[in-house]
């Protein structure tokens, strides 16, 4: 149980096209869904905490406006990155907690950006 | 600032050995420390996580060792196999203030030799 997907699993984009990620609890209810980036051999940096119907919370530096995030149903969080650049080129997980285990994070398994 | 400072960066372990991570923190409210363990190209999983109010807890060939008073943590991997080579994050949460957001460690870089 407690599955995390992400959709797509990598993607190629160009520089100035926008492009969505995926984020599905597969057998629970997500009450808050974390968003993530990690570039090559660093630790996780959160961007973003969503709750089901309300606005993300961004971390400080994070771009409102560049990364959206729509954590539209119990189920289902997306990350839109808006006017991508070469330097958006990241690795982004996301991860889900349920109202019954408050401390467990499940994380999905990362969607690799690429922007040329 | 780093909230979760983690040690070494990179460790190289011969099969069969053990290997040991640790982990310090400042903020007194953490009440809530996994760890997680991630592959190449592949989200974190758990591993093992513990919680202030037990010294250590052990699962398999993992174990954590708690120690509240100097608040550290460490992570002790016994008879490590060359599977076991990956990278292992540190974390720690407080549960009662911030919806379970989790403050990571930079990160250790664990290679098994055969």
């Known amino acids: 149980g407690a599955v995390v997907s992400q959709h797509p699993s990598w993607v190629i984009c160009k520089s100035g096209t926008s492009v969505k990620i995926e984020c599905r609890s597969l057998?629970?209810?997500?009450?808050?869904m974390f968003w993530y980036r990690q570039f090559p051999k660093q630790s996780l940096m959160l961007m973003a905490t969503?709750?089901?119907?309300?606005?993300?919370?961004?971390e400080q530096g994070v771009e409102k406006d560049k990364f959206l995030i729509n954590h539209a149903s119990l189920t289902l969080s997306t990350l839109t990155v808006t006017s991508a650049h070469p330097e958006d080129s990241s690795f982004y997980i996301c991860?889900?907690?349920?109202?019954?285990?408050?401390?467990?994070?499940?994380f999905g398994p990362g969607t690799r950006l690429t922007v040329t | 600032q780093q909230q979760v400072k983690q040690s070494p960066q990179s460790l190289i372990v011969q099969k069969g050995g053990i290997s040991i991570i640790n982990c310090a923190y400042e903020?007194?409210?953490?009440?809530?420390f996994p760890w997680y363990q991630q592959f190449p190209g592949k989200g974190p999983a758990l591993l093992i996580a513990?919680?202030?109010?037990?010294s250590e807890k052990k699962e398999g060939r993992f174990t954590i060792s708690f120690n509240k008073s100097a608040k550290q943590f460490s992570l002790h991997i016994m008879d490590s196999q060359p599977g076991d080579s990956a990278t292992y994050f540190c974390?720690?949460?407080?549960?009662?203030?911030?919806?379970?957001?989790?403050?990571f460690g930079r990160g250790t870089q664990l290679t098994v030799w055969p």
């Open positions: 991860s889900a907690t349920t109202s019954d285990n408050l401390y467990e994070q499940y």
């Open positions: 057998d629970f209810q997500a009450t808050t």
């Open positions: 969503s709750n089901e119907g309300s606005k993300a919370t961004y």
């Open positions: 903020n007194t409210a953490f009440d809530y």
């Open positions: 513990i919680r202030p109010d037990v």
């Open positions: 974390a720690a949460s407080d549960r009662g203030s911030t919806l379970g957001r989790l403050y």
